[in-house]
């Protein structure tokens, strides 16, 4: 059966990359074709804009003030290039894992630039921090003599106050119970075992969750980070110099979504964290972000190309070539997509689908409902908002090979990821 939907002729050009238009009926990104792209590199294919990504990383930068630093949140989409690029613009790198520090590093970064997470973090990231003299925050009560072992000097310690986030419970990290961080009277006691063990403590880390609608959580968060400073200020003459507040800021990815503009976010709390600390007596910290999601998320649109075309009576299926191992997001989280036709932009969206993926499961569903111009076999669709936790998160299930992904500025397109092939598949077997 099908069933009608709205009118709209226009794409929903404000969940896309700042360099998206619609161009003889097309879908353009960066100045190129939709339809070039996709047969010049195949599909699924991830289409990152360079000149998003550098003014969301220019606006982030801001909001964090002079004295304060941005750090990328390199799960969000570990890559070389993106890592340079931003290197360019200032920002550096947050990682969790020895194979994010390995992009970073060969992205050239190291030092300062560098901030290590994670909460369980194994000898060989720790030996990569200690070589690269990165920053590393301290996430368990036995870490501070794990990382004075390693030859890691600078710490900061997370600490986790008790604040429930409004968003997906997959992705709350600040409340009582987190497997992140330490609660306050851990906390204290691994400050302390730092400072014994003659680390710099830098100062404290938290992170309330991701995706956040709003700025309450994060404002509590912050009031209570600044009480806690100065709990240990008096009680262990210490000074926090640094507040570490992690990222979280979402983004649109479906016209529905009402979510605030990322630097704005970033800008109140950096704001407020001076505040905090100044109301509680304490010096002005230095505020340092790791936002991944509002740096690359908007940047990215994912082209897949059309395959079967089922009307049924209960709901009409559109399947991509691509799905769940390419984005797993609405699996995990719930998340909402929408799409676009990507060469048929111009014509009226006239029926109600849901875009399935290609895998052997039942929940493998992108979109729930979307209006398209009637689909057929070998349209391109275009999904917007998808540069974060998509190629990141991304499998090989049913023996799928990964997706290419290329930086578009201006006619030029680089490929910044191949395609992964299935030599390489076979190539790990024994």
Not at 46 to 62: F, H, K, N, P, S
Not at 343 to 363: I, K, Q, T, Y
């Amino acid at each position: 059966m099908r069933r009608k939907g709205n009118r709209q002729n226009r794409p929903m050009l404000d969940l896309f990359p700042d360099s998206a238009r619609v161009e003889h009926g097309e879908v353009t990104l960066g100045r190129i074709g939709a339809s070039t792209l996709a047969k010049r590199y195949g599909t699924p294919l991830v289409v990152y804009c360079e000149d998003t990504l550098r003014q969301q990383a220019r606006a982030l930068r801001t909001a964090a003030g002079d004295d304060g630093q941005v750090f990328y949140g390199t799960k969000a989409f570990p890559n070389v290039a993106l890592l340079r690029l931003f290197r360019e613009e200032g920002i550096g790198a947050d990682v969790a894992a020895a194979g994010e520090l390995a992009f970073a590093r060969a992205a050239g970064l190291s030092g300062a630039e560098l901030v290590v997470h994670g909460n369980n973090k194994d000898e060989p990231l720790l030996a990569g921090a200690a070589a690269e003299r990165a920053s590393v925050a301290l996430d368990a009560p036995d870490e501070a003599a794990l990382v004075s072992a390693a030859g890691i000097d600078r710490v900061l310690v997370r600490v986790t106050l008790g604040v429930d986030a409004d968003t997906h419970e997959a992705i709350r990290t600040g409340h009582h119970g987190s497997k992140f961080g330490l609660p306050p009277d851990q906390a204290q006691i691994v400050v302390a075992d730092a400072l014994a063990r003659g680390l710099d403590v830098l100062g404290l880390h938290v992170h309330v969750g991701s995706q956040l609608p709003d700025f309450t959580a994060q404002a509590e968060t912050i009031r209570r980070l600044a009480a806690f400073a100065a709990a240990c200020r008096e009680s262990l003459g210490w000074e926090a110099r640094v507040a570490n507040l992690g990222g979280g800021f979402g983004v649109k990815h479906h016209p529905d979504d009402d979510v605030p503009d990322p630097a704005e976010l970033a800008w109140s709390a950096a704001v407020t964290a001076r505040a905090a600390f100044n109301a509680v007596g304490l010096p002005t910290p230095s505020v340092w972000l790791e936002p991944g999601r509002s740096l690359v998320g908007r940047a990215g649109v994912t082209l897949y190309r059309v395959g079967s075309v089922k009307r049924l009576e209960q709901r009409s299926w559109v399947a991509v070539d691509g799905g769940m191992s390419d984005n797993p997001r609405p699996q995990l989280y719930g998340a909402r997509y929408t799409a676009v036709s990507a060469f048929r932009a111009g014509e009226v969206p006239d029926e109600l689908v849901s875009v399935a993926g290609m895998h052997c499961e039942s929940g493998d569903v992108l979109i729930d409902d979307v209006s398209l111009p009637s689909p057929r076999r070998d349209d391109l669709l275009a999904v917007p908002a998808t540069g974060a936790y998509t190629l990141a998160m991304s499998s090989n299930y049913n023996g799928v090979t990964r997706p290419a992904a290329v930086l578009v500025r201006d006619g030029d397109a680089e490929l910044i990821r191949r395609r992964e092939t299935i030599d390489d598949l076979l190539a790990l077997e024994v």
